[in-house]
């Protein structure tokens, strides 16, 4: 039987701890942001109608998969072959806004209230990623997805896909509170400042094609 995160024997103390700041930072965040919720869900309807939430199969603690909950910043448009358009073409100005001050992410404390996720950790990647990652960058799955994280604070997407990977498996290695913490600061920073929200000659991020492993090894 495979135990949630929060009850995992090693430090099992420290993750209690951070599963119980997660359950009152998420709902203190959703209390407090009740108002811009609704501002928010209001503002995307009328731009781009419904439904307001965006929902996703991502890859959680261990490699499960949830649904993430965000704000929907892109039209769902088509070609004529049924083949959703590029990013730049179906993101809204307003879902620009939204992206580069993190405000999408707000429904994100459903997921973390639920346990999918916490509020500092590696930022949970489609599904169609799993058989891509070399087996030391699968260990990112050894704590749970976050809405802040060391690639939030670091970076964001003006990082290439190896320079995060390797700064979520340092995040499992290195976590604790602290760290937590600190990363929670510098994330809120890197939103408030609008930085590193998509890749150079892109309009969010380019798909993750996969690392060279020299070991041969995958997951």
């Known amino acids: 039987m495979t135990h949630p995160w929060w009850a995992h ?20 965040g959703l209390a407090i942001s009740a108002p811009l919720l609704l501002v928010i869900s209001v503002a995307v309807g009328r731009v ?16 499960r998969p949830f649904s993430l909950r965000k704000f929907r910043t892109m039209l769902d448009a088509h070609d004529e072959r049924g083949n959703p358009l590029p990013d730049e073409s179906r993101l809204t100005r307003s879902g620009r806004f939204l992206r580069r001050t993190s405000l999408d992410e707000l429904p994100g404390l459903i997921n973390v209230l639920r346990g999918d996720m916490s509020m500092v950790g590696p930022r949970p990647l489609l599904p169609e990623y799993r058989d891509r990652y070399t087996a030391e ?23 290439d896909w190896d320079q995060k990977l390797a700064l979520d498996v340092w995040y499992v290695d290195n976590w604790s509170l602290r760290v937590d913490l600190k990363l929670l600061v510098l994330s809120l920073k890197t939103a408030v400042t609008g930085r590193g929200v998509s890749a150079e000659g892109h309009a969010t991020m380019p798909p993750f094609e996969g690392s060279p492993d020299p070991r041969g090894e995958r997951p």
């Not at 701890?17 to 203190?28: F, H």
């Not at 781009?48 to 490699?63: D, N, S, T």
């Not at 260990?139 to 964001?156: D, K």
């Open 48 to 63: 781009m109608g419904r439904p307001v939430l965006f929902r996703q199969e991502r890859l959680g603690y261990l490699g």
């Open 137 to 159: 960058q699968w260990r990112r799955h050894e704590m749970p997805p976050g809405i802040a994280g060391p690639v939030q604070a670091y970076g964001r997407n003006a990082l």
């Open 9 to 28: 024997p090693a430090s099992r103390r420290s993750r209690i701890a951070k599963r119980g700041i997660d359950v009152v930072v998420s709902l203190l």
